[in-house]
């Protein structure tokens, strides 16, 4: 939970600044001015305070959901909302009080995937699509696994034949990709209903964010020789995530 908390403070922060800003909105115009300004000031403060009250619906949604460990429904579209919307006033509100990206992406990961988790229904495994980034691949191995994950020999010199392994034997898709665009392209074209991703912080926060409302279980990859280059993963991570959207179906 220590690490769910630092993104979900950094978020009920971003409540209380969103709310300061409309009172300071009220306090300093709404009440003096006079005429047709007046009337498009209050036309504005109605819409921040609409999207306000469903942010915050979308919040108490994301921790009903994490302590109750349950799936809340009726709250789906408000959470999506919250996740999405203030995501970047999260990040800007991390940078004002020094706390590294790295640190609120990770715990925004740890806070979806407690979410997916806690969502019923197992899937086929066709519906299941694995997403992997290049850096994977061991950086002198010359198999162009990006266009077919056949050329891969399984040469145990990186994770990536294993992951291939796990995918093949459960029988999920699996794609490689070089970037965003095209794993854009994979999801696409698939059309998977739920996607286990392995990747960066970085990338699995704004893949998380442009699948939404697909759920995204993220398993993050170690960097042992810096970032993007030769990472590694633990496969136990990935298949545990692959089985919590297909257990009951194989
Ligand atoms: S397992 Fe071997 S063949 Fe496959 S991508 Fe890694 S290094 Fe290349």
Known sequence: MAKKRLYLGLLAGTMIFLSGVLIYIW???????????????????????VGLAVVTAGFFGIV????????????????????????????WLGKIFKIAQDKIQCSFVEVNNQ???SK????????????????????????????????CVRCGNCPVGGILNLCNHYGV???????????REAVKKIQPQAIVAVACERDLTSGILDCIPLPVLGVTNDKPNGPCFNTQVDLAEV?????????EAV
């Open 115 to 117: 979410l997916v988790r």
């Open 120 to 151: 019923q229904g197992r899937l086929k495994p066709e519906k299941v699509l694995v997403l992997l980034p290049h850096c994977l691949q061991a950086v002198e191995c010359s198999k162009r696994i990006t266009t077919r994950t056949e050329n």
């Open 27 to 49: 306090l300093s115009f709404f009440q003096h001015d006079a005429g047709a300004f007046r009337y498009l000031l209050f036309i504005t403060v109605a819409f921040i305070l």
């Open 173 to 183: 898709y699996v794609k490689i990709a070089t970037g965003g665009t095209i794993a």
């Open 239 to 247: 298949e545990k995530a692959i089985l919590f959207f297909i257990a």
């Open 64 to 91: 009903l959901s994490l302590l109750s460990e349950k799936d809340v429904v009726f709250l789906h579209k408000p959470m999506n909302y919250t996740f999405s919307l203030l995501y970047p006033v999260v990040i």
